[in-house]
């Protein structure tokens, strides 16, 4: 499957966000700007004052990303302190949390650490079940689609209709697609937040993530948490990740065609099982993926018949890297029942990357031979 036209003008317009606003002189690309403090003779004369509320560098990333995402976008300096920030802007007293009980395992950590014990009700649902989970008295619906590392999807179109017939507010982890494939917010969704430590850094470098949304007293609750948590992004990584959107989308394109080649070869491969490929037509996230999304992404989800051939392929795979984390320029893959996520234990899964995709096969076939 590969990216349909319709948004080629935002792509195109993503690479020049900064053309009109350049003098005479100005670079093309956005200046490196770490300084925390600037020229302030005067407090009521607008500028930059101190790097803890707003920086030349973050603002040119954020600009990118508005371009991308069609919003307003706050950055952070990773895809936990976005989510973070986002939830503490939202949450309401009195007000239940629905988490999904699959997704991103670390915002479960945290909401129990770190919500529950202020009174706040957790309630966690399947990602597949949240079409028709009970969200009464929720003042949070939060969601990831398709889930890490399942990839078990939900219609986030009617969810959210559903949240806002419950008077909650619909916050959406488009981590595992980005905005290149899908569009929450187009869809309902009050906030996104995404780690683009993943595809949009793209190279493994950096940790980095942002949260869009066009409801501005929310919006300006997240900006507030940012400068009065002190929950900041460096200069540098700013730059980094304003690099890496750069060819976004041409590397979505060249990973989500990879991976639905390879996910069609693996699964007439005998010692595959439990294969998971949205893209894959009998896929059980396949339908409503293909409606809501603009591309299957490059995650897979495989299982080999024990821990040991798992680890056994991933060993003799030589263009995987093992590590966990996914979204990079090199393929990784990774046995996720070793962080206890409720797999099976010869559950892979496999972040498809941009190497040519034969060369990649044949080393995913040397993997699966030494099994
Ligand atoms: C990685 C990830 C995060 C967290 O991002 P960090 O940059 O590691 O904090 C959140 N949600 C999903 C779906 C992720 O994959």
Redesign the pocket.
């Known amino acids: 499957m590969t990216i349909r036209n319709d948004d080629d003008r935002r792509f195109a317009d993503l690479l020049h966000h900064r053309a009109a606003r350049l003098e005479q002189g100005d670079p093309v690309t956005p200046p490196l700007v770490s300084a925390a403090t600037y020229h302030l003779p005067r407090v009521d004369q607008g500028g930059f004052m101190y790097g803890r509320m707003s920086m030349p560098t973050w603002e040119e990333v954020e600009a990118q990303l508005a371009v991308l995402e069609g919003a307003p976008c706050i950055s952070f300096p990773?895809?936990?302190?976005a989510?973070s920030a986002a939830l503490f802007a939202a949450v309401l007293p009195g007000k239940r949390v629905i988490l999904p009980s699959d997704?991103?395992y670390?915002?479960r950590l945290f909401a129990e650490g770190f919500l529950k014990p202020f009174g706040v009700t957790l309630d966690y649902v399947p990602t597949v079940e949240m079409a028709v989970a009970d969200f009464a008295g929720a003042g949070i619906v939060y969601i990831?689609t398709p889930s890490?590392p399942g990839l078990d999807v939900c219609d986030i179109a009617a969810v959210a209709a559903r949240a806002k017939a419950a008077g909650a507010r619909v916050i959406v982890?488009n981590?595992?697609l980005t905005a290149v494939l899908q569009r929450p917010l187009e869809l309902g969704a009050d906030l996104v937040v995404a780690?683009d430590?993943?595809a949009p850094g793209g190279h493994s470098d950096v940790?980095f993530?942002h949260v869009a949304g066009r409801d501005d007293a929310l919006m300006q609750r997240v900006r507030d948490w940012r400068k009065l948590s002190g929950a900041v992004p460096g200069a540098f990584e700013a730059w980094l990740v304003h690099r890496g959107i750069e060819t976004l989308e041409l590397r979505m394109a060249r990973m989500c065609q990879s991976a639905q080649v390879i996910a069609e070869r693996l699964a007439n491969h005998p010692k595959v099982g439990g294969l998971r490929y949205p893209g894959l037509p009998g896929d059980p996230s396949h339908a409503v993926m293909a409606r809501q999304a603009q591309g299957f992404g490059f995650l897979i989800g495989m299982v080999l018949e024990s821990a040991e051939a798992a680890e056994r392929f991933l060993e003799a795979c030589p263009y995987m890297a093992r590590s966990t984390?996914f979204g990079s320029t090199h393929s990784a893959g990774e046995r996720r029942a070793r962080w206890g996520d409720a797999v099976p234990e010869g559950f892979l899964r496999l972040s498809i990357g941009v190497e040519p995709v034969e060369a990649l096969w044949a080393g995913i076939k040397d993997g699966l031979a030494a099994v």
């Open positions: 990773s895809g936990m302190a989510i997704g991103y670390t915002v990831e890490n982890d981590t595992t780690a430590t993943k940790l993530g984390s």
